[in-house]
């Protein structure tokens, strides 16, 4: 298969190397017949590789990158029968068995058997299972049947390929971000963070019939790119009084529902990081009883944090607040596989134009470095990896 790979060296550092081809294997050597291996067709950069690429957990070098991976099947396992090679498919994050307790409650994001260490596993990220990662031209999918969405039409699905890699990650992450936090028909909903998951959740609140949707940032290039995909922008360099700023907007200083699609690496508006800002500032901004999605990743351990508490992932929370306010939180990775279905109907119906949205941008495998350093600085994109060049093909 001649395989190559994004591995990540060290903080601040990753490469494009060969690879080992992939195996019917476990992390832990295990055998596994119910698994395909992938051709890669795309793979995307996200931001939550961008946490430890920068060193910003304990993840080691050497590890292969890329749990956002859409793919044909070459190769499959005696134990697949709902799939064939040459399907053309969405990988969902989630590693997960579709058999535990928790995967036959839906709860994919903390399937019980992939990761000997904690519930959940994933492709290429630290803590998650060792799985290995699909920024690579090749990738191994463990219980296939299971966990992978079989596009209907190879064809239709090349042509929207931009639109559909999102459905591996960003998409369902956001839609979950604005499903979890109550956004229905006329709701009022603040987004904090204007990269690709925060305008994947703006995207779906839009979807899900919101009123009216504010998206939350410093970063004037996301802010312009939101307004221009027709989001209401707040430039949160101008105040540190955000309810203030969406009175101007709407009137009263307060929504419906609130997303934080920002996590622990949030910053305030002195500039130093604050990695509680931003669930405090849901709480002030939220109605009594209003709801808070939170797909912004916190995570257990963070050895670049300001202090030893946020070390450990302990965050000085205002929590009284939300408590005396009856409101609602949701955290946690997405079970993909409870939306990936419905939204690739919306997308393959032109209903959600999800790459124009958050500024899809396709590089090759070989420029995945680049794509790494210019998504570092905030650029307002999204980056694909084409491995073998058949989106370009495509397009």
């Known amino acids: ?5 994004v591995v990540y060296l060290g903080p601040g550092k990753v490469e494009v190397q060969d690879i080992a081809d992939p195996k019917f294997e476990a992390p832990d050597g295990r055998k596994i017949e119910h698994a395909v291996i992938l051709k890669v067709v795309s793979t995307n950069i996200c931001g939550s590789d961008q946490h430890m690429v920068r060193g910003r957990t304990t993840a080691p070098a050497g590890l292969v990158l890329g749990h956002e991976i859409t793919g044909e099947v070459i190769e499959k396992g005696a134990d697949v029968e709902l799939l064939n090679v040459g399907d053309i498919v969405s990988v969902p994050f ?8 928790t995967c036959k409650d839906g709860f994919t994001g903390v399937c019980l ?3 000997p260490a904690r519930a959940g596993g994933a492709y290429g990220y630290v803590d998650m299972g060792g799985w290995i990662g699909g920024q690579a031209r090749y990738v191994m999918i463990p219980y296939a049947d299971f966990n992978l969405l079989k596009f209907p039409d190879r064809d239709q699905a090349l042509a929207k390929i931009r639109d559909l890699t999102m459905l591996s990650d960003i998409l369902p992450t956001g839609f979950h971000g604005a499903y979890k936090a109550g956004v229905g028909v006329g709701s009022v909903v603040y987004v904090a963070g204007a990269g690709p998951v925060g305008l994947a959740a703006a995207a779906s609140a839009r979807v899900l019939g919101a009123a009216v949707v504010m998206v939350g940032d410093f970063n004037k290039e996301r802010l312009a790119h939101a307004e221009k995909v027709g989001f209401t922008p707040i430039d949160l360099s101008k105040s540190d009084r955000l309810g203030d700023m969406i009175a101007e907007v709407v009137g009263v200083p307060e929504v419906d529902a609130a997303i934080d699609a920002v996590g622990f690496e949030a910053r305030g508006h002195a500039g130093g990081e604050q990695p509680a800002i931003v669930l405090n500032q849901m709480m002030e901004i939220t109605r009594a009883s209003g ?8 995570v257990t351990d963070d050895p670049g944090a300001v ?11 205002r929590f009284g607040l939300g408590w005396a306010k009856s409101q609602s939180f949701h955290t946690g990775q997405t079970p ?12 393959l119906h032109g209903k959600l134009p999800i790459a124009d949205i958050v500024n899809a941008k396709v590089i090759s495998l070989e420029e995945a470095p680049q794509g790494y350093e210019t998504f570092d600085h905030g650029a307002a994109a999204k980056f694909i990896l084409d491995p073998h060049g058949m989106i370009a093909k495509a397009a």
């Open 113 to 115: 058997t992939v990761n």
């Open 336 to 347: 993909v596989v409870r939306y990936n279905r419905q939204l690739m109907m919306s997308i």
């Open 307 to 317: 202090d030893e508490a946020a070390k450990r992932g302990s965050l000085s929370l």
């Open 291 to 298: 709801q808070i999605g939170i797909p912004g990743l916190y």
């Open 1 to 5: 298969m001649s395989n190559r790979g």
């Open 94 to 101: 989630n590693v997960a068995c579709g058999r535990c307790r």
